[in-house]
């Protein structure tokens, strides 16, 4: 799995943080249309922003959340030279991070 992040400024003054998360986001409830078995669930639990090392943003996802979920926050207090940082948590204990500098 690989997660990718991109930093872009926003209409407010802010920077908007878009983290796309490359994971599969199964829910438990589908059958696989060749066995009939049940997929089993797996999904990210938490997601969690930082800046400069100190978390700002924390979101917790589950089965509703798409296949490769592109996820957003804006951080208004982030200025160039800034590093923003995500990583996430999922169900089986897998996890993965991005960082990146404000420019």
């Known amino acids: 799995m690989s997660t990718k992040m991109k ?10 943080v878009m983290v796309l998360a490359k994971h599969p986001m199964e829910t438990g409830l589908r059958k ?12 990210i639990k938490t997601m969690e922003f930082s800046l400069n090392g100190t ?6 996802l589950g089965t509703g959340v798409s296949t490769n979920p592109l996820i957003s926050v804006t951080l208004a207090d982030a200025k160039p030279g800034d590093t923003v940082g995500v990583n ?8 993965d ?3 990146a ?3």
């Open 7 to 16: 930093i872009k400024k926003s209409a407010d003054g802010g920077y908007e």
């Open 32 to 43: 696989d249309s060749k066995t009939g078995e049940k997929i089993p669930a797996h999904f």
């Open 55 to 60: 978390a700002v943003a924390q979101a917790d």
């Open 88 to 95: 996430w948590v999922d169900n089986k204990g897998e996890s």
């Open 97 to 99: 991070s991005a960082e």
């Open 101 to 103: 500098a404000v420019k």
